[in-house]
């Protein structure tokens, strides 16, 4: 069973483009969540999916940050209009159910010139 | 979400037990105590979980405190393959988000 799969692994944009940041669970799960780890920082919650829909999004930034979670293909997180302030490295981790322990993958290094 | 407090950083020698403290005064009764660690580079992985009974597994052990108040995760020898930030969650019995603190930044001397 293939773990969480993240790509890129490395993502250059300059600013003002748009940022794609993909996510694969692992196989059976349905719940996804992202997270955001800025340089010598903590990990911070974005967002929580379940198949289709957001379940929670209380670490969103209120503008240029979308995520979904279709029901065919990899959760997406989208970042328009990137600035410098959004290079980081974007981890996502899926579960089976809410209370089961979260698989994380390695993460996308998003650096924005 | 309930707090949680590490130290900062901890250093062991290769080959010894490492005690990794956690302090959590207002876990509620529904609070999972959940240990993640984050090698460098890479993305958290899970360690350890438990409720009121001292837990083992494989990679750690954890003993909880008669009252919950604090945790203790045990790395029984340590390996520099251990070296990494750990991080002490408490998660609602509901589930949802992991709120990650600071964790503590472990080192391992050869």
């Known amino acids: 069973n293939a773990g969480v799969m993240q790509n890129p692994r490395h993502l250059v944009r300059r600013r003002g483009q748009e940022a794609r940041l993909r996510c694969s669970p692992m196989?059976?799960?349905?719940?996804v969540y992202w997270y955001r780890q800025l340089p010598e920082e903590g990990l911070k919650f974005m967002v929580y999916?379940?198949?289709?829909?957001?379940?929670?999004e209380s670490g969103m930034p209120k503008e240029r940050f979308s995520a979904e979670f279709p029901k065919e293909g990899p959760s997406i997180l989208r970042i328009q209009q990137v600035v410098r302030g959004d290079s980081a490295a974007y981890f996502c981790?899926?579960?089976?159910?809410?209370?089961?322990?979260?698989?994380f993958g390695s993460g996308t290094q998003l650096s924005v010139l | 979400d309930a707090k949680t407090t590490q130290p900062n950083s901890m250093e062991s020698n290769e080959e010894e037990p490492v005690h990794l403290p956690c302090n959590h005064s207002?876990?509620?009764?529904?609070?999972?105590i959940h240990w993640y660690r984050q090698l460098p580079s890479q993305g958290p992985e899970y360690v350890i979980h438990?409720?009121?009974s001292n837990v083992n597994n494989r990679m750690a052990s954890l003993a909880i405190a008669e009252d919950r108040k604090s945790s203790t995760l045990i790395l029984h020898r340590a390996t520099l393959r251990d070296a990494a930030v750990y991080y002490c969650?408490?998660?609602?019995?509901?589930?949802?988000?992991?709120?990650f603190g600071a964790g503590t930044i472990l080192r391992v001397k050869s």
């Open positions: 981790a899926s579960s089976p159910d809410r209370t089961e322990k979260l698989f």
């Open positions: 196989k059976g799960h349905s719940h």
């Open positions: 999916l379940q198949k289709e829909n957001i379940i929670d």
């Open positions: 207002t876990i509620s009764g529904t609070d999972y």
């Open positions: 438990g409720l009121t």
């Open positions: 969650i408490l998660r609602d019995r509901g589930g949802n988000k992991l709120v």
